[in-house]
């Protein structure tokens, strides 16, 4: 027995023509004018202006109006080149994503070009801290730049033998690793984590006897600071792992 269609709605066609309009600026499809004054503006110089508001001040500091000043028009006239702020963010993205990287340069084998894959994006997201808010984990529309770094990725383990979904899952392994790091990095804040080693190590002095493998482990300097690079180790286990897999499931080039 099948469900009756839901009617559909006045905001189930807002919600469509939305997404088609983030769909055709990213990928320089909308329409243009066939008359009148060359616009003075385009997507990609607006998008440009708001990446550099939100390297400076942070994604929630972006607005249509603050970007618009930076050209000296009205929010209003955003409007013509961009519908709203989920299709500005989303060019911000493209923006910042722009220099797909070419994983062959990194050498032969899958293993050298997902690290190089994985340390390109870290780079992008130290440059950009705003982008792990920018990209949350949701379905979202993306452009060609965002779907290059996918492909790049899902092209360096075609030769592992493993099938789509194993390379997709992995994928999502490696962009979870670099996300995460990413995360910390924007959480991060001197004079909290200096307090809250403080006040940390108080607590485990008066309660060693309850956390007795917690304690012995913070004796050790396990939360001391270490000379471990935490992309290149969380990596080097990722793809270890990913080497095994390989060898269950037949030979492979690495």
Not at 94 to 109: I, Q, R, Y
Not at 228 to 251: S, Y
């Amino acid at each position: 027995m099948t469900k009756a269609a839901r009617p559909r709605s006045a905001g189930d066609d807002k919600k469509q023509r939305d997404l088609q309009a983030g769909v055709a600026l990213l990928w320089g499809e909308q329409d243009r004018p066939a008359r009148g004054p060359k616009p003075s503006l385009t997507p990609q110089r607006i998008a440009g202006s708001a990446v550099a508001l939100a390297d400076a001040e942070g994604l929630e500091a972006v607005s249509m109006s603050k970007v618009a000043a930076a050209f000296d028009v009205s929010a209003m006239a955003l409007y013509r080149y961009i519908p709203g702020k989920t299709e500005l963010v989303e060019l911000m993205v493209e923006s910042v994503l722009a220099d797909v990287p070419d994983l062959t340069t990194a050498g032969p084998g899958w293993r050298p070009r997902l690290i190089a894959w994985a340390q390109r994006s870290w780079q992008v997201y130290q440059a950009h801290p705003w982008l792990i808010a920018a990209t949350a984990m949701r379905r979202q529309v993306m452009g060609p730049n965002q779907l290059g770094w996918l492909d790049a990725a899902l092209a360096a383990m075609e030769p592992t033998g493993l099938t789509a979904p194993q390379r997709h899952q992995v994928f999502l392994l490696l962009a979870g690793h670099v996300r995460s790091l990413a995360q910390q990095l924007v959480d991060f804040d001197e004079d909290h984590n200096r307090e809250w080693t403080r006040l940390t190590n108080e607590l485990l002095t008066r309660q060693a006897d309850r956390f007795p493998a917690l304690t012995r482990a913070v004796a050790d300097g396990a939360f001391a600071p270490d000379d471990i690079d935490p992309l290149a180790f969380g990596l080097e286990r990722i793809l270890d792992g990913v080497q095994t897999l390989i060898d269950r499931t037949g030979p492979a080039s690495t």
